[in-house]
């Protein structure tokens, strides 16, 4: 087998990875934001559910999370779902991204000078105002380091969906490479991964500069 | 009429610390009212719970003849409904010793974002507006800078103008030069005193004798958490009591 057909073969798997890289974006972002919130609420209840979700996320192998979302319709409630498999996927993704994004946020959040809140406050802003404008463009700024080390794991982590058998480019390089004996497959998915992840980084300093009109 | 009457206010810390002890005080339009007095005396907090940044234990809040906060049967005191204390925010203005500008906003956004997102000005208006406040104020130059890039008196005055384009009836000063190099409070104080002449209603919480001799009309010097003299800064000055002799003497030799 060629390199050319190699590389055509990969980049079947390649798609999957970014689509599931984009997805687990998409949707633990916002959900990572929903349980901060709920991490940072004065009912104990609240609290305690979002620190108990945190630290199952934080706690397990994300390996084993998705083994447990792909298998636990079927083991526990008998269901079959059709094109389970990838939906699994970004479903646990997103569930664990979202835990370590929520911490992000409550670390900036709380990082806030208390007179911002105050002045918006004596002007006369309501709680949604006073989030969306004052508080998370600023915390925005705090967090993109944290977020840009995050998102870079999560480039790495998306081979993890093998465990499922999704054949995203990671396990289409093990076919190759078992099928034809040579390591170069597995090599290329590096490069690829590498190369991923420094336009990602570029993105994220592009964003950092843009953000730092302000100190 | 009063535009702020408090009435038997007290406050007490997480912990019990009692720094607000039964403290009464009215403020009529265009009145300019100092509040002086030793560290940890309950000024800046007294201030605070006027603005609602702190919650008062018990006494009555009164602006302009409106009950925001008044006392149970238990003389504890209970607030209006939200939306309506959201109504009284709107009378006054709060000027922090930190200045506390929002800094992801250049100097004219900060001055004209809550008066367009608060009071719903049409942007040209608020526009129109801030860049007055901003020539009023000597910051014209400025309108496009961001706060980092201002020294701490035209920080200041930058969150004066931001405060004065609510339109409120009244202004809360919390020490508003502490935080300033000696050379930087003169042109704040300069700010406060044109609209002391222009009879705007302010409560000023301040360490600076001769500022508030100046534009007083009222001076209020407090102590452990209550008034224990107030008065024309004649009386005041003019003083028999030792306690305030002294205080007023070892802040103005340094």
């Known amino acids: 087998m060629d390199i050319l057909t190699m590389l055509k073969q990969l980049g079947g798997g390649m798609l999957v990875t970014v689509e599931i890289f984009f997805l687990t974006l998409i949707l633990s972002l916002p959900l990572g934001l929903f349980i901060s919130f709920a991490r940072m609420k004065k009912n104990c209840f609240v609290q305690g559910g979002a620190k108990l979700y945190i630290g199952v996320m934080r706690g397990t192998p994300l390996m084993l999370q998705l083994i447990v979302v792909y298998f636990a319709p079927y083991y526990l409630f008998g269901m079959r779902i059709n094109h389970y498999r990838f939906l699994a996927v970004i479903l646990a993704f997103s569930l664990n991204y979202a835990a370590y994004f929520a911490e992000i946020y409550r670390s900036g959040i709380e990082s806030m000078p208390i007179g911002q809140y105050e002045a918006a406050k004596v002007l006369g802003y309501n709680k949604v105002q006073t989030f969306v404008r004052i508080i998370l463009p600023q915390v925005i700024k705090r967090i993109l380091p944290s977020v840009t080390n995050e998102i870079i794991t999560l480039v790495k982590d998306t081979s993890l969906a093998f465990v499922i058998s999704i054949t995203e480019m990671f396990t289409t390089a093990k076919q190759i490479e078992a099928a034809q004996t040579t390591i170069l497959p597995l090599m290329m998915a590096g490069v690829f991964y590498f190369i991923f992840n420094f336009i990602v980084a570029g993105v994220m300093e592009y964003l950092e500069k843009k953000l730092g009109y302000y100190k | ?254």
């Open chain 2, 1 to 254: 009429m009063n535009l702020l009457e408090m009435n038997h206010i007290k406050k007490s810390f997480e912990g019990g610390l009692e720094v607000i002890k039964d403290i009464s005080l009215c403020v009529k339009e265009g009145e300019v009212v100092s509040i002086i007095g030793p560290s940890g005396s309950g000024k800046s907090t007294l201030l605070r719970c006027a603005a609602m940044l702190e919650k008062i234990d018990s006494g009555e809040l009164i602006y302009l003849g409106q009950k925001v906060a008044w006392n149970d049967s238990h003389f504890k005191s209970v607030y209006m409904s939200s939306s309506d204390k959201k109504k009284i925010e709107k009378y006054y203005g709060f000027v922090f010793q930190n200045f506390h500008l929002f800094p992801h906003f250049n100097v004219l956004k900060n001055v004209i974002d809550a008066p367009e997102r608060v009071l719903k000005l049409p942007k040209k208006e608020a526009e129109k507006k801030g860049l007055a406040l901003l020539e009023q104020l000597g910051l014209s130059d400025k309108k496009d800078a961001y706060p980092y890039q201002l020294s701490g008196g035209q920080q200041q005055r930058v969150s004066i103008a931001r405060a004065l384009a609510m339109d409120p009836k009244i202004l809360f000063f919390d020490e508003p030069t502490s935080a300033l190099d000696p050379e930087l409070t003169g042109e704040v104080q300069k700010v406060i005193q044109s609209l002391a002449k222009e009879r705007m209603t302010m409560i000023i919480v301040t360490h600076e004798m001769q500022f508030a001799r100046k534009i007083s009309d009222r001076i209020i010097f407090m102590e452990r958490g209550k008034i224990q003299a107030e008065g024309t800064p004649e009386v005041i000055f003019g003083t028999g009591n030792e306690r305030i002799r002294e205080f007023i003497g070892r802040l103005q030799n340094e």
